[in-house]
């Protein structure tokens, strides 16, 4: 038997008929230059000022990618009246304040993920956001992806039934000297890596009604490696790994009662993946495989949302930010890992 099914097409907009905005970024790392390089060359979204930790850095970054302004703090990037957004690339632990002092401004701000450190951190960014009636959204990049959306209708059209299954890894190797290393800096693999799978079983599956973790420390403190099992409604389950110690091959498996999906690794990136029916046929979507190229997506989709009048993004809504970092939190406690919250 055939398998009759075809692939939907990405209703992702070109990036360039976004309405251009004035960009403060926060954070001129790695991260960040990757951002803005993707700004600059898909769309028509002004990469306006820069804030560093030392105004040397915010200047260094502005004359590698024609920023015009650069400040020496963040306070002083918000004060600039022509700011429209605050794009947040700092350390993790940074994230809460510098997006609070953004959101207080009146600036519309995505923030790289994960959105806080810890869910009552979120709570407190989503209740400021409603308060100055701007524009919040983490920048959980996945989401945004036209991939992303080709997946989403195929499980919306039912091609794999219901979902009850989620399969999901996430490793890489780090040296001891990379940041993620650092226990000061909410290090390990949960915030970086471990987010990912964690955001792709509780969007498909919801909110996890028990969670169980195992983990191992690397020499640093932190957390090096973590296995995840996830309950959630009506018995489903996630099962997911995380690790800094080695590469691995990043796959992923959505399962359901007419089929699967199978994300070639890295899952949570551009790249190909496949649905098989109950017969083992199967049909593939493809694209080039992993391009940083694709982060534009996710401030062409702000963009459009704050000429909509929006404050939430109907695609990473904060509630799904927020379930994410719950879920985090509850590993976090089975693990014993304490980062310095509030």
């Keep these: ?76 990037l918000v004060r600039d009246n022509n700011v429209d957004v605050v794009y947040v690339a700092t350390p993790h632990p940074t994230h809460y304040a510098c997006a609070l002092k953004a959101i207080q401004a009146g600036k519309h701000v995505l923030v790289e993920k994960p959105l806080a450190i810890n869910a009552e951190q979120v709570r407190g960014l989503q209740e400021a956001a409603r308060e100055h009636k701007v524009f919040l959204m983490e920048a959980m990049w996945t989401a945004f992806l036209p991939k992303f959306d080709v997946l989403q209708q195929v499980i919306d059209q039912g091609a794999i039934g219901e979902i009850r299954t989620i399969i999901a890894d996430h490793g890489e190797y780090f040296e001891q000297s990379h940041r993620i290393m650092r226990p000061e800096l909410a290090g390990g693999t949960l915030m970086d890596l471990g987010s990912y799978p964690v955001a792709l079983a509780t969007k498909f599956l919801g909110a996890p009604e028990q969670v169980l973790a195992s983990g191992q420390t690397a020499p640093t403190g932190v957390n090096g490696q973590a296995s995840i099992v996830l309950k959630h409604k009506n018995g489903n389950q996630s099962s997911l790994h995380t690790t800094l110690f080695s590469h691995t091959p990043g796959t992923a498996v959505i399962a359901g009662t007419e089929g699967y999906i199978f994300l070639e690794g890295m899952f949570y990136a551009p790249g190909n993946f496949h649905i098989f029916n109950n017969d083992k046929q199967k049909i593939s979507y493809e694209e080039p495989r992993f391009s940083y190229d694709q982060l534009y997506h996710q401030a062409a989709h702000l963009a459009f949302c704050v000429a909509d009048g929006l404050t939430e993004s109907p695609i990473r809504p904060l509630a799904d930010s927020l379930l994410t970092l719950q879920t985090l939190d509850e590993v976090r406690r089975e693990l014993g890992i304490v980062f310095n919250d509030i």
Excluded: C
């Design 1 to 76: 038997m055939k398998f009759h099914y075809t692939l939907p097409a990405a209703r992702t907009p070109e990036g360039r008929s976004a309405p251009a905005l004035r960009w403060g970024i926060v954070g001129p790392g790695w991260v960040a230059q990757r951002f803005v390089a993707a700004l600059q060359k898909n769309t028509r979204q002004i990469a306006y000022a820069v804030a560093g930790s030392a105004l040397s850095k915010a200047r260094a970054f502005g004359q590698q990618f024609s920023i015009p302004h650069a400040y020496g703090s963040i306070d002083e």
